[in-house]
């Protein structure tokens, strides 16, 4: 049995590529936004078998999947399996810190595609402390806040609010000079 479905499910009309440079995880996080599910949901949905800490809502540091698993998203998305199994392999020599950190330029401005938000790989390294593209520290947030949202969609609003808030406070302090 596939989840829901009876037998085998159907490929999804529409699915976000992958880039090279995210987490198995975040393309996830971006497949169930644009179905308005929560990771845990698409998986239920689609009898996926997705390795990740469940009451912590970790979906980003998704790792260890099956081949089977592997096989079954890309058909589902109808892409090439070796595509995903190269973002698993290097996903799965990342560690999980308490904090996440980002560079809110990057995030918000793909440069591999502009309508397409996505989280990268280099970012969940433990270390990462510089934008390898800006030159300047990268932003953290506490990892609690990625239980709070279920999907890609919902980690960006956060993002994007928590990003204005500081702006706001950037210009205040510069007001006040």
């Not at 593209?133 to 953290?140: E, M, N, V, W």
């Amino acid at each position: 049995m596939w989840g829901k479905w009876p037998c085998e499910p159907p490929a999804w009309p529409v699915a976000p590529r992958p880039f090279s440079v995210e987490p198995i995880g975040g393309w996830l996080g971006r497949v169930a936004a644009r179905y308005r599910l929560s990771v845990d949901e698409l998986a239920d949905q689609y009898g996926l078998d997705l390795d990740f800490d469940r009451p912590g809502n970790a979906w980003l540091f998704i790792g260890g999947l099956a081949v089977k698993t592997i096989d079954r998203l890309a058909r589902l998305a109808r892409i090439d399996p070796a595509i995903l199994g190269a973002m698993q392999r290097l996903q799965a020599e990342l560690g999980q810190s308490p904090q996440l950190a980002y560079c809110p330029s990057c995030l918000f401005l793909n440069p591999l595609d502009v309508t397409a938000p996505c989280w990268k790989q280099e970012w969940l390294v433990p270390t990462a402390t510089r934008c390898a593209i800006h030159a300047r520290p990268l932003t953290r947030l506490p990892e609690s806040s990625l239980r709070a949202c279920d999907n890609f969609d919902k980690l960006l609003r956060v993002i994007s609010r928590r990003e204005q808030q500081r702006r706001a406070r950037c210009s205040q302090v510069r007001y006040l000079r």
